[in-house]
DNA sequence: GCCAACGTTGGC
DNA sequence: GCCAACGTTGGC
């Protein structure tokens, strides 16, 4: 992919795992993705520094709680041979590893969570993918226009 | 809790 | 390789 994406948004239940998780813990790896196009996203087009929508799913308060930033190259994600893990698969080996993560880092917390439909609401982010109806993809890139009009407009 | 939109699985 | 059935996501 070209470098024209070095934004992206990540979905994360927080009940499971919040911006506020991610601030105590600084940086984790980000496990648990088993959707072959949020792989693809990670395996082959983040790179160390890229800047990322952290986004709360499935939440009293639904939108983008802040900021993270990738902190590693692709590798292995550990939970696929776990296996105890909920993502465990058995169809991955270690030769050839089916589900690949990178490591995520805290940047910052925003003062509030911009809402979803106050992005829906938003001209500036007509076409942004979340805000489209039926938008599941767990790991979403995002144009530079996009993350800076809710970086520097929308977030205090 | 409902259900629409997706993604995956498996029979054929 | 099609597609119906099933499971999951996630907003509402």
């Known amino acids: 992919m070209n470098r024209e994406h070095c934004y992206w948004l ?3 239940e927080p009940t499971s795992y919040s ?8 940086k984790t790896p980000w496990t648990g993705v088993r959707n072959y196009r949020a792989r693809n996203f990670m395996r082959d087009d983040m790179q160390k520094g890229d800047l990322c929508l952290f986004y709360h799913s499935n939440a009293d308060e639904i939108g983008i709680a802040g900021v993270a930033t990738v902190a590693s190259a692709p590798y292995a994600d550990p939970t696929q041979f776990e ?3 909920h993502y465990f698969d058995e169809g991955s080996t270690k030769e ?3 589900w ?6 805290f940047v910052r917390k925003f003062s509030r969570v911009i809402p979803l439909i106050e992005l829906k609401a938003d001209p500036a982010l007509a076409g942004m993918m979340v805000t489209e109806k039926g938008s599941r993809l767990s790991v979403q890139p995002v144009s530079q226009k996009h993350f800076q009009h809710i970086v520097d407009d929308l977030a205090d």
């Open 83 to 85: 296996k105890a893990s």
């Open 96 to 98: 050839s590893p089916r």
């Open 100 to 105: 690949q993560l990178v490591d995520i880092a």
């Open 10 to 12: 990540l979905k994360s």
């Open 19 to 26: 911006i506020d998780h991610l601030k105590r813990d600084k």
